[in-house]
């Protein structure tokens, strides 16, 4: 029987590539890119043999999608930030049966979703960019599930999160979850950026209030609050991806059942307007 051995929501921030680049950004991103490689030796060491991704880069406008792949390997350039990441090399193994599992649960829930086997179908960045640094800790395969969603509730998540855990535990797999996306999503305006210091600053104080408000209830536990304000919080906060990847992740914890203590193992940080951490989610 498999089981999710460790769940964490973490940051994909672009700046965490180029804080291991020369330039003004060199070694700022290192405390993200060392709660990623805690997370990914506290999934080692509970013998995690995929990561399941919930990723917030990947738009969807129909269905649900999962990237069920064999195999990934490629050269990656964002479209959306073409100066921050190019030409970023990947090779991963992917996991199709595990893929193929978790759409047919959520489809026979009652939540259509699809897996694809696709090597045009590239992964996203908020997948690369966590697999990039927990890779150099642990190697595992990789399940990309697509997690901004622009036409769906978050009940419809939060039943692909149950999906994920009941194909998870039918399979023989050591699962890690990881949801990644930021808290709050305020992206500088344009005009704004540069005079704001934006790579290193939040667009809101009203943002990082709620944000540091919703660590706090993480911290302690109190995630039945939180789901009550999750909808409200991804609206007026603009929650990366309508924080479907965090609803998808709370649905495989057992949603409001859900009490366990969370550990921040990355301070949260401010980067380009929007709120950042890394924290783990202890599996009860």
């Known amino acids: 029987m498999g089981e999710i051995v460790?769940?964490?929501k973490v940051t994909h921030v672009p700046t965490m590539l180029m804080s291991e680049q020369p330039g003004p950004?060199?070694?700022?991103?290192?405390?993200?890119?060392?709660?990623?490689?805690?997370?990914?030796?506290?999934?080692?060491?509970?013998?995690?043999?995929t990561a399941v991704v919930c990723d917030t880069h990947w738009v969807i406008n129909a269905g649900f999608h999962i990237n069920a792949n064999s195999r990934f390997e490629g050269l990656f350039t964002s479209n959306e930030f073409p100066h921050f990441i190019q030409n970023l090399p990947y090779a991963y193994e992917g996991n199709p049966e595990l893929?193929?599992?978790?759409?047919?649960?959520?489809?026979?829930?009652?939540?259509?979703?699809?897996?694809?086997?696709?090597?045009?179908?590239?992964?996203?960045?908020?997948?690369?960019?966590?697999?990039?640094?927990?890779?150099?800790?642990?190697?595992?395969?990789?399940?990309?599930?697509?997690?901004?969603?622009?036409?769906?509730?978050?009940?419809?998540?939060r039943i692909v999160g149950q999906a994920i855990r009941a194909a998870v535990e039918a399979s023989d797999e050591k699962v890690l979850l990881i949801a990644s996306g930021s808290l709050s999503h305020k992206i500088w305006?344009?005009?704004?950026?540069?005079?704001?210091?934006?790579?290193?600053?939040?667009?809101?104080?009203?943002?990082?209030?709620?944000d540091l408000h919703v660590l706090d209830m993480w911290r302690r536990g109190d995630h039945a609050t939180f789901l009550k304000m999750l909808t409200e919080y991804a609206e007026h906060c603009c929650g990366e991806g309508?924080?479907?990847?965090?609803?998808?992740?709370?649905?495989?914890l057992g949603w409001d059942g859900y009490t366990a203590e969370c550990e921040v193992v990355t301070e949260y940080f401010p980067s380009s307007g929007t709120g950042q951490t890394n924290v783990i989610f202890p599996v009860q």
């Not at 990789?142 to 998540?157: F, I, L, P, R, Y």
């Not at 704004?192 to 943002?207: C, L, M, Q, R």
């Not at 309508?242 to 495989?252: E, I, N």
């Open 99 to 157: 893929g193929d599992a978790i759409a047919k649960e959520a489809t026979d829930r009652g939540t259509y979703t699809l897996a694809h086997h696709l090597d045009s179908l590239e992964l996203e960045y908020g997948t690369l960019v966590p697999m990039r640094f927990m890779s150099r800790e642990h190697e595992m395969k990789v399940v990309s599930v697509a997690a901004w969603c622009t036409v769906h509730g978050h009940d419809e998540s």
């Open 6 to 8: 460790l769940a964490a």
């Open 189 to 210: 305006a344009n005009k704004d950026y540069a005079a704001n210091n934006g790579t290193f600053t939040i667009s809101s104080e009203f943002n990082r209030q709620v």
């Open 242 to 252: 309508s924080m479907h990847d965090t609803a998808m992740l709370y649905g495989a």
């Open 25 to 49: 950004v060199e070694g700022k991103r290192q405390p993200a890119i060392d709660g990623h490689c805690e997370i990914a030796r506290r999934a080692k060491a509970l013998g995690a043999t």
